[in-house]
């Protein structure tokens, strides 16, 4: 089967984010936390959700090194990769991405769902409002559902398994995920060597097609300052890449300790938000004032963080 990774950053999860409330309780008990479950059906049109524009995703040796958190896997990224446009005011610097997983083919492990399907990987990037806008522009304006402004800002994708017996495929995430072997434990860092960009890791994906809603930080404190957009498109990666993840990778300093398995935090009550999409008027609802004619958005596992 196909496999789609979604992007967001997490605590490891056995069912303790039940607790967070207590832990962090302004913010994990609110009414607009993340992940959620996105119904396609019930996405609403905006046609101010524009095309993105991606700048140095095409280049090689942006991606500095690959760290072991204990929580997560994360990448840094060089200076100078950004991204503009999908109805953000200013450009975003990407800074850095890191992924979610379950435990193998057993437990899928993306935060967010679309349509109730758990995808087995999430993956997000992490962004800053660029230095030249912040932090003395003058203040953003209010934030509607049509308007994005932060100073940090996020995305994610979702992965799907290569059907049959495919390995090592495609070439971009063998080579990443051949650094998972050399930072087994917790705070483990490696230098990535290897002539990779971001363009060739989302090989295949549409990026012109996405939801957006406005949602929360998915780790204590849960901040309620993220404007979310998920792609419709996923990235086909095959499954014994996936699986090393959860086979690999240990969550504290030494190998005794337990694998790094259920990265994810549990969907979220929705509670009347508004999921909006470049989506055409015949699989979303049009929004009141907005044309019905705007680009149709494909499902693709790429999500996009604001943090307000």
């Known amino acids: ?15 303790c984010d039940t607790t967070w409330p207590t832990i962090a309780s302004e913010h994990c008990n609110g009414s607009r936390q993340s992940p959620i479950n996105i119904v396609s059906a019930s996405a609403v ?8 524009t991606f700048t140095k995703y095409g ?25 503009a446009g999908g109805a953000l005011s200013n ?15 057993s437990v899928p492990g993306s935060e967010h769902t679309v349509d109730g399907t758990h995808y087995p990987m999430e993956v997000i990037l992490i962004l800053y409002l660029s230095p030249e806008v912040s932090p003395h522009s003058p203040p953003p304006p209010p934030l509607t559902l049509s308007w994005i402004d932060a100073s940090m800002a996020g995305g994610s994708f979702h992965y799907i398994a290569i059907p049959g017996n495919v390995t090592g495929s495609p070439a971009a995430w063998n080579t990443l995920t051949s650094y998972l072997a050399n ?61 090393l993840f959860s086979t690999t990778l240990h969550i504290d300093h030494n190998s005794t300790s337990a694998l790094m398995t ?13 999921v909006t999409t470049q989506g055409s008027s015949s ?26």
């Open 91 to 105: 450009a975003y610097d990407s800074l850095q991405f890191h992924l979610h997983w379950g435990n193998g083919t």
């Open 45 to 52: 049109v905006d046609a101010t959700l524009t095309t993105f």
């Open 1 to 15: 089967y196909w496999f789609y990774p979604l992007v967001t950053v997490l605590f490891l999860f056995t069912n």
């Open 262 to 274: 259920n990265v994810f935090r549990n969907i979220q009550p929705v509670n009347g938000r508004m």
């Open 183 to 243: 930072i087994t434990l917790k705070d483990d860092i490696a230098n990535i060597t290897h002539a990779i960009s971001l363009d060739e890791l989302l090989e295949g994906v549409d990026r012109t097609k996405y939801y957006r809603y406005l949602g929360s930080l998915t780790t204590p404190n849960c901040n309620e300052t993220v404007v979310w957009t998920v792609f419709k498109d996923p990235i086909k990666v095959s499954q014994d890449l996936i699986d």
């Open 283 to 308: 699989t979303a609802q049009p929004l009141s004032g907005a044309s019905t004619k705007c680009s149709s958005l494909g499902l693709m596992a790429l999500a996009w963080m604001l943090i307000l």
């Open 59 to 83: 280049d090689n040796y942006t991606m500095k090194n690959i760290k072991n958190t204990g929580k997560t896997v994360k990448v840094k990224l060089t200076s100078g990769v950004q991204i």
